[in-house]
């Protein structure tokens, strides 16, 4: 349906979107056999089929400076006054990650530049922050990129739903792509579902209690949302919610569509969120990026979008939920890149499941004060890479 979004006096959105991930996959067939699966167990238990893995010289800091390079690539660095770094797999305690994006893509030294964090929450908390410097000055572009790689144990439960990615966002007035709505819902409860100690690399997570958290907490945000001046559930064409495993969209849509009384027949849960599901279901668990990468994947395979309403349903462990909306600005189409989307997705070089495992054991605190990554094996293929430490200091530069 076309609809009109409820709007400030100036409409603030996404004016650009584009994505990076890992330069390796693994098809989950593959891991099955070790970890004694089925691979439908991954296939259609937890809707998975790839998971996105780094190369030795990619972490989040390239993967974003990938994404947010497509941007300013197209756009210019000219009226970017903030660029936010949104992840849970940060690499300092101190220094943001955005530092080392600003460097990397050449914005001017009159930008602020700053991390944020909260589980797979904190872009949509940059996305907020993002639209309200834009809506307090309309001459100002926010850069906002999400970027993680999840990891869990080795042979644990959580293993078939790690991957790797990052989006970055362009928030601006009058945008191109999605113009969002001013009420959005939000949720805090303090819980421990999943969380990361800092001595660790490996996220701990209490699997079964994070699924029905997430759902809790997202229904929490849908009701702050209506009681906010946001539409009906009903009036919502096509949903993007955090995808850990694309399954749990599905467990969340079901769930809270049920607890409204609402009717899903398989044909409207195919049209409202199936095509959402599609880049993740190859990527894998993105952590902060992965509701975004739903984004995507909708405004990349379905056409005529138009004047629908989509919504992002994000969640973050611990735990923190936002529901909020936009709607799809004429002309979008001119801003996509799916072509080029669909080739970055089928040229990451495919794993065996030896090759994947020697990867997965280096671990970033492994580097310590000196290591040359450059030196090793299975390096990545983006525009940027992470050569090694030095006394300390990690080292980027264009590959
Ligand atoms: N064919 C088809 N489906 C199968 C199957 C088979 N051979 N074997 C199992 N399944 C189904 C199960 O029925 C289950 O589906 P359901 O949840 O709809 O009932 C699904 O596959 C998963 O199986 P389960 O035994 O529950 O999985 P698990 O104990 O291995 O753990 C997670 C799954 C998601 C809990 C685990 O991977 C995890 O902890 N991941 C990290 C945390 C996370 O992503 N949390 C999400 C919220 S943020």
Not at 190 to 204: E, K
Not at 284 to 298: D, K
Not at 316 to 344: D, F, I, K, P
Not at 366 to 383: C, I, K, M, T
Request: aromatic letters at 8%; proline letters at 4%.
């Amino acid at each position: 349906m076309t609809q009109m979004a409820l709007q400030g006096p100036i409409p603030v959105g996404i004016d650009d979107i584009a994505f990076a991930t890992g330069s390796y996959r693994i098809d989950l067939a593959s891991i099955a056999p070790r970890l004694g699966a089925d691979p439908a167990k991954y296939y259609k238990g937890l809707g998975q089929e790839q998971m996105s893995v780094v190369g030795a010289d990619e972490d989040p800091v390239t993967m974003a400076a990938a994404a947010a390079k497509k941007i300013v690539d197209r756009a210019g660095v000219e009226d970017i006054r903030t660029v936010i770094f949104a992840t849970e797999t940060g690499i300092d305690q101190s220094k943001a990650a955005a530092v080392y994006v600003h460097e990397l893509i050449g914005l001017p030294s009159n930008v602020r530049s700053v991390e944020m964090k909260q589980a797979c929450y904190s872009a949509t908390a940059a996305l907020q922050f993002a639209s309200a410097v834009v809506a307090r000055n309309p001459e100002e572009k926010v850069l906002v990129v999400a970027s993680d790689i999840a990891r869990y144990d080795m042979n644990s439960a959580a293993e078939p739903t790690q991957g790797a990615g990052s989006v970055a966002m362009l928030v601006t007035a009058n945008p191109r792509i999605l113009a969002l709505d001013v009420p959005s819902g939000v949720f805090t409860k303090d819980i421990m579902d999943f969380w990361r100690p800092n001595y660790r690399s490996q996220a701990l997570v209490e699997g079964k209690l994070s699924i029905s958290a997430y759902i809790d907490a997202v229904q929490g945000a849908y009701e702050d949302y209506r009681s906010r001046g946001g539409v009906d559930f009903t009036e919502i064409d096509r949903f993007c919610y955090h995808q850990p495993f694309t399954k749990m969209a599905y467990k969340a849509h079901r769930m809270i569509s049920a607890n409204l009384g609402i009717e899903l027949t398989p044909e409207k849960e195919q049209h409202d969120l199936a095509p959402s599901t599609a880049y993740n279901r190859l990527i894998g668990n993105s952590y902060t990026a992965s509701a975004y990468f739903g984004l995507l994947s909708l405004l990349d395979t379905v056409p005529n979008l138009t004047g629908e309403r989509i919504a992002i349903a994000s969640y973050g462990s611990g735990s923190v939920a936002e529901l909020l909306t936009g709607v799809v600005v004429e002309g979008y189409e001119a801003q996509l890149r799916s072509e080029e989307n669909a080739a970055v997705l089928e040229s990451r070089t495919e794993l065996d499941d030896e090759t994947y495992c020697a990867m997965q054991q280096v671990t970033h605190e492994d580097q310590g004060e000196y290591s040359n990554v450059e030196a090793g094996a299975n390096l990545g293929n983006g525009p940027f890479s992470w050569k090694g430490v030095e006394g300390g200091k990690r080292i980027y530069a264009a590959r």
